[in-house]
T-cell receptor
């Protein structure tokens, strides 16, 4: 069974630039999550989708971050403009249905903002 | 959301049993307890989930006392490859809210 795919794996940008991350969840998984993990900390949920609808985006900095999950499958997370404090690993995860189901994580995208 | 507290770090030796305890004093009636493991440069990986008493799988055991205000992840006979960060999460049972990760426990296994 293919796992959660993310791209790119690494990205280096300068502050005020834009960046986008892509995630392809496990086939058939209705729930998709984006997390931000700063070095030395646990993952922090940014947004949770159920199919193509947003369930929770309370911790998403909406002035600069946006995410979409068109057609309820793939998802993109965008940062515009980036700040130095956005340097982190961005993890995508999916689960079969509700959030108490096992979440399967992708390898993450390591973002460095200079 | 129920807050969790777990030790920042633990050290062990190969072959020993490791027990990591997590406190969750404000756990709600329909909350589940879930543990994840994370290796460097990888996303977290599900280990085990439980609601009460004891749960065991091929990787670990999870002990939950009757009051459910804490839980203990037990790793039998650890090896060097068990060196990782372990997260305890408490999640709302209906699934409407995602689980919240804390800072985790960094386990270092020595030869």
């Amino acid at each position: 069974e293919a796992g959660v795919a993310q791209s790119p794996r690494y990205k280096i940008i300068e502050k005020r630039q834009s960046v986008a991350f892509w995630c392809n969840p496990i086939s058939g998984h209705a729930t998709l999550y984006w997390y931000q993990q700063i070095l030395g900390q646990g993952p922090k949920l940014l947004i949770q989708f159920q199919n193509n609808g947003v369930v929770d985006d309370s911790q998403l900095p909406k002035d600069r971050f946006s995410a979409e999950r068109l057609k309820g499958v793939d998802s993109t997370l965008k940062i515009q403009p980036a700040k130095l404090e956005d340097s982190a690993v961005y993890l995508c995860a999916s689960s079969l249905s509700i959030s108490t189901d096992t979440q399967y994580f992708g390898p993450g995208t390591r973002l460095t903002v200079l | 959301l129920a807050k969790t507290t777990q030790p920042i770090s633990m050290d062990s030796y190969e072959g020993q049993e490791v027990n990591i305890t997590c406190s969750h004093n404000n756990i709600a009636t329909n909350d589940y307890i879930t543990w994840y493991q994370q290796f460097p440069s990888q996303g977290p990986r599900f280990i085990i989930q439980g609601y009460k008493t004891k749960v065991t799988n091929e990787v670990a055991s999870l002990f939950i006392p009757a009051d459910r205000k804490s839980s203990t992840l037990s790793l039998p006979r650890v090896s060097l490859s068990d060196t990782a960060v372990y997260y305890c999460l408490v999640g709302e049972g209906t699934g409407r809210r995602a689980l919240t990760f804390g800072s985790g426990t960094r386990l270092q296994v020595q030869p």
